[in-house]
């Protein structure tokens, strides 16, 4: 079974929505993990928006990467830039690194449509992401 680390810098949006599709793609292919380098709490749009979706991950926990030491890696997602260059270094020689600095919608500020519309923005390019990511990865 393959071990997949989403890494966001709080561990509370995006690398969730993530967690949560990768989940939902595949079939018992791979243990999904996401940490932040510091950790926020759920973020409730991210939890709702996800809702929509069918996808329920209102369960998950705002988790920091040092709880997750010891963890043989295959694959490390960084969902976001600051993650990638502020993260501590995770020893994983035969990891493979990804990369994908998506849109935060939680830095959003305006009316509750704005703000869902920056969630639905996100959610729907990490969902993108994630179903390719499990086709191309975790299925061959």
Not at 61 to 72: L, R
Not at 79 to 97: G, L, M, S, T, Y
Not at 99 to 113: A, I, L, Q, R
Request: aromatic content about 10%; proline content about 4%.
């Amino acid at each position: 079974m393959k071990n997949v680390l989403v890494l966001c810098t709080g561990n509370s949006c995006r690398s969730q929505m993530a967690h949560g599709y990768l989940n939902y793609f595949q079939d018992s292919l791979a243990n999904i993990y996401s940490a932040g380098i510091e950790t926020h709490g759920l973020n409730p749009g991210a939890v709702a928006i996800m809702k929509e979706d069918g996808v329920d991950i209102s369960h998950h926990t705002s988790n920091h990467v040092d709880e997750y030491e010891g963890i043989e890696w295959d694959f490390i997602i960084t969902v976001c830039d600051h993650a990638k260059e502020n993260c501590p270094f995770i020893p994983a020689e035969n990891a493979e690194r990804i990369h994908h600095n998506f849109f935060d919608p939680s830095k959003v500020e305006g009316t509750p449509e704005e703000k869902h519309a920056a969630f639905l923005k996100a959610r729907d390019e990490i969902k993108e992401f994630c179903h390719v990511f499990v086709k191309e990865e975790l299925v061959n």
